[in-house]
């Protein structure tokens, strides 16, 4: 009996510690006696796609310096949120030994990843260890297929994007002899496939498709395959590192077909590293135009005055940051099982657009922008789809006066 009761005692004794650990872990103070919450961020911040993962990163910072600065509450007591930023390279491989340090490390939150290629498997990590993920930028509709409850999406996903793509091609771009090309990526695949699907049933035709990798430069040869079958549009799946010397090359080669693309190309970048080959490019966006948004002028100064141009994604992680930090506060707690269910609950009047959350996590109503270069700008053509979330709650986080240049 002596030895039973040593031994529950010990138990007893590292349960308590271990306990101890996990409260000093996941409610840790600042200098200032304010709640420490751990916000992680994961993308690629360097090589090719560095200058998205930069700008994904910078659009968490903002609505993180301004939480800060407003003396934010959760629970009565005031918090602190702690950006932990991680490079994952655009790699899955990386993402997954990015996802495990931030579950050593106890973040309460991640924003990310960019890629829909390291955010699905990193996802299957958080949901493990009971973290909460918004993604900003993965458009791949697996992502929130996999029923994990605390993944959410508060962009537009790849269905509802190839849909409008499809249709956009065949019926406004009069395009009935369509090529594709797709990079490999669950994004650039994903996006390729649903944007196939949606031509056929809008009455075009899929003459050609090919593959390429996330990494090439050269498209030489599967752009003179592809003249050879004289198709009205080529609709290219990926980013613009790819996405820009493609474009240089058709022009090279006298491919005067029409060229197509998502989200991915839509970017400052592309139309720098294209040149005037970037001319006539139409490409879209998930979401209706930053100018077009109540406080999309308003982020758009804010953010230029302290990090440069918006790259693509920044206003979306702005927005991650914000749904994130009212569920905090509705809940009374920054503990991801608490939170969780008011994440769901979301009814946010953000930068992008009125945010909320379908059973699975993806944003309601997301409209689709189709945009098109001409004078070296993004003009905006036409916008499909989108509908606000009914019975609007009113936003626990105060608007943010504008800041001057």
């Known amino acids: 009996m002596k030895k039973l009761l040593t031994l529950?005692?010990?138990?007893?004794?590292?349960g308590l510690a271990a306990c101890s650990k996990n409260e000093s872990k996941d409610a840790a103070t600042a200098a200032d006696g304010s709640l420490i919450v751990k916000v992680g961020h994961a993308a690629p911040l360097t090589g090719p796609q560095a200058h998205l993962g930069k700008d994904n990163e910078n659009g968490v910072r903002l609505a993180i310096d301004e939480l800060n600065a407003r003396g934010f509450e959760v629970g009565g007591k005031k918090v602190t949120f702690q950006l932990m930023s991680e490079d994952d390279q655009a790699d899955p491989r990386i993402a997954t030994t990015v996802a495990k340090k931030f579950v050593d490390d106890g973040v309460h939150v991640v924003i990310g990843h960019l890629n829909s290629g390291t955010t699905i498997p990193a996802s299957r990590i958080y949901n493990d260890a009971g973290i909460v993920e918004v993604s900003p930028s993965a458009t791949n509709p697996k992502y929130t297929q996999q029923g994990y409850k605390g993944a959410f999406r508060v962009m537009a996903n790849d269905v509802q994007q190839g849909l409008a793509l499809g249709e956009f091609a065949v019926k406004d771009m009069a395009a009935k002899k369509i090529a594709i090309i797709d990079d490999r990526t669950a994004y650039g695949q994903g996006l390729a496939d649903e944007f196939e699907k949606a031509v056929k049933a809008n009455g075009g035709t899929v003459i050609v498709r090919e593959f390429t990798?996330?990494?090439a430069s050269d498209f030489t040869a599967i752009l003179?395959?592809?003249k050879g079958t004289a198709p009205d549009l080529v609709f290219f799946g990926g980013m613009d590192g790819q996405g820009a010397p493609m474009a240089r090359q058709m022009k090279t080669l006298g491919l005067t077909a029409k060229f197509l693309g998502g989200d991915g190309i839509h970017t400052a970048e592309f139309m720098k590293l294209a040149g005037p080959a970037a001319e006539g490019v139409t490409a879209s966006l998930p979401g209706v135009p930053l100018e077009s948004m109540p406080h999309g002028s308003e982020f758009k100064q804010k953010f230029?005055?302290?990090?440069?141009?918006i790259q693509l994604y920044a206003p979306y992680c702005y927005d991650a940051m914000m749904v994130i930090a009212e569920a905090m506060k509705r809940a009374g707690s920054i503990e991801p099982a608490r939170?969780?269910?008011e994440l769901a609950k979301t009814?946010?009047?953000g930068v992008t657009a009125r945010i909320g959350f379908d059973a699975k996590g993806d944003l309601t109503g997301g409209a689709i922008t189709v945009y098109r270069v001409e004078g070296g700008e993004w003009k905006v053509l036409r916008t499909l789809g989108g509908a606000p979330v009914v019975a609007p709650v009113p936003s626990t986080v105060p608007a943010a006066p504008a800041v001057a240049k």
């Open 213 to 215: 990798n996330d990494k």
């Open 8 to 14: 529950a005692t010990l138990a007893a004794a590292m």
């Open 224 to 226: 003179t395959k592809i």
């Open 347 to 349: 009814n946010h009047d």
């Open 304 to 309: 230029e005055a302290k990090y440069g141009v």
């Open 339 to 341: 939170y969780q269910p």
